[in-house]
């Protein structure tokens, strides 16, 4: 079992959609969960963190359910300029620490 | 705009030839990091620097060689490569070290072709 799983996507979704982005993990003790973005040929940009009581950033709303070990993302009013791979981020503890753990990353794709 | 700053944005090299990636932060960060990237993957963590210290490395070939000079420079040797090691490779970095959870900066990355 990989230790983030993600939809696999690629979503294909018209501008004004609602998409949700769902990510589990493995590792109960995992601390630290991200949403990075990355577009085509750029480097990964942190979206947002994930907060145990659930976060949003305008149109963007992230849950973390640490009992079921999962992650969702929420993008409402879906914008041309929001397509891009999404990446969910686990951070490591201990001596791991310093180890982000992706996911494969799942498309987004907004069309007019 | 990122605040890591990668060197050179592109590179073509053989694989007999030795040359760098350098990576470059101001911003006081402690840690710095390599990450390795192929088409449609996520990064792959190859190095992790805690307060200038090799904390981890995942099992990297040592056909790479990772160098922290200070806090704030981070560079990558490259020495006899293959046409696999080509990739996107991305430097990032973080307020402090391990078992934090600090969020991690990426650089724009430098493109590696090895012919």
Redesign the interface.
């Given at each position: 079992r990989k230790e983030v799983e993600q939809d696999p996507g690629p979503f294909n979704v018209p501008e004004g959609a609602t998409v949700a982005f769902n990510c589990t993990y493995s590792n109960s003790a995992s601390q630290s969960f991200f949403w990075y973005r990355q577009d085509c040929r750029k480097e990964p940009k942190l979206l947002m963190s994930v907060y145990s009581s659930g976060n949003e950033d305008g149109r963007f709303t992230a849950q973390l359910n640490r009992a079921s070990q999962y992650i969702s993302l929420l993008i409402r009013d879906s914008k041309l300029s929001d397509s891009a791979t999404y990446l969910c981020v686990v951070k490591g503890f201990g001596n791991q620490g310093g180890k982000l753990i992706f996911g494969q990353g799942t498309e987004l794709s907004v069309k007019p | 705009d990122?605040e890591v700053t990668q060197t050179p944005k592109h590179l073509v090299m053989g694989m007999t030839n030795k040359k760098s990636l350098k990576c470059e932060q101001h911003m006081g960060h402690r840690?710095m990091?390599w990450y390795k990237q192929k088409a449609k993957?996520?990064?792959?963590?190859m190095f992790?620097y805690?307060y200038e210290k090799l904390?981890?490395n995942e099992s990297v070939p040592s056909r790479f060689s990772p160098e922290c000079p200070n806090s704030s420079l981070l560079n990558l040797h490259l020495h006899a490569l293959q046409p696999e090691d080509s990739a996107?490779y991305?430097c990032a970095s973080?307020r402090e070290?391990?078992?934090?959870?600090n969020?991690?900066?990426?650089?724009?990355?430098s493109w590696l072709t090895v012919v």
């Amino acid at each position: 079992r990989k230790e983030v799983e993600q939809d696999p996507g690629p979503f294909n979704v018209p501008e004004g959609a609602t998409v949700a982005f769902n990510c589990t993990y493995s590792n109960s003790a995992s601390q630290s969960f991200f949403w990075y973005r990355q577009d085509c040929r750029k480097e990964p940009k942190l979206l947002m963190s994930v907060y145990s009581s659930g976060n949003e950033d305008g149109r963007f709303t992230a849950q973390l359910n640490r009992a079921s070990q999962y992650i969702s993302l929420l993008i409402r009013d879906s914008k041309l300029s929001d397509s891009a791979t999404y990446l969910c981020v686990v951070k490591g503890f201990g001596n791991q620490g310093g180890k982000l753990i992706f996911g494969q990353g799942t498309e987004l794709s907004v069309k007019p | 705009d990122t605040e890591v700053t990668q060197t050179p944005k592109h590179l073509v090299m053989g694989m007999t030839n030795k040359k760098s990636l350098k990576c470059e932060q101001h911003m006081g960060h402690r840690a710095m990091y390599w990450y390795k990237q192929k088409a449609k993957k996520p990064p792959e963590l190859m190095f992790v620097y805690s307060y200038e210290k090799l904390s981890i490395n995942e099992s990297v070939p040592s056909r790479f060689s990772p160098e922290c000079p200070n806090s704030s420079l981070l560079n990558l040797h490259l020495h006899a490569l293959q046409p696999e090691d080509s990739a996107l490779y991305l430097c990032a970095s973080s307020r402090e070290g391990l078992a934090s959870g600090n969020t991690i900066y990426f650089g724009e990355g430098s493109w590696l072709t090895v012919v």
